[in-house]
């Protein structure tokens, strides 16, 4: 019995109790973030630190999918015990497909464990007053509404007067069918 006292009693001495820090994303200002491509957004995440300890807190982030980035990470910040901070971020967007897309946010503290909270992003589509990919693959047009007239003309012409893709599967498709009859 005394042997269970005396290495409790040394190990409190060998390993004083510390307070912790335990950090959690408590909210986002939107409830999605609205983006869209080629361009950047802002948002805001409030952290919390519910642990005994006032400590230092950075936002981490996994999961992103490819086409979206963090531009501005909001710094690390000093979070009281108790106490909330504001997280204000800046989001970037590359050449994305328009759709719902997800991550996690996190904070990254010492002594306090590791949680994430699901971030949503609505991706858009581009406004008419933006270039978009496919204003990019046309090229220029003219004050009319047309493509500019140039070398490229004959091969317009060329195209044209090829058959189309769906008349070749048309006529794959009626082969295929005679085929499976006989």
Known sequence: MRIIFLSAFLALLVFPADGASFFRVVEMDLPAVNISPCSEANFSVIVQNIGSDSEYG???FRDFPPGLWIVDGGGT????????ER?????????IAP???TFDIGVAARG??????????LVERSVEGSM?????????IDE????????????????????????????????????LRS
Do not use: C, H
């Open 144 to 179: 009319d509404g047309q493509a500019p007239i140039g070398e490229s003309e004959e091969a317009q012409t060329a195209q044209e007067e090829a058959p189309m893709p769906g008349a070749l599967a048309a006529i794959l498709a009626a082969l295929l069918g005679r085929r």
């Open 99 to 101: 759709g719902n897309y």
């Open 112 to 121: 306090s464990p590791s949680n994430y909270r699901r971030a949503f992003v």
């Open 58 to 60: 950075k936002l981490i």
């Open 77 to 84: 910040k000093y979070v009281y015990r108790g106490g909330k």
């Open 87 to 95: 997280f204000d971020l800046v989001m970037g967007a590359g050449q």
């Open 132 to 140: 978009s990919a496919v204003d990019i693959a046309v090229g220029p």
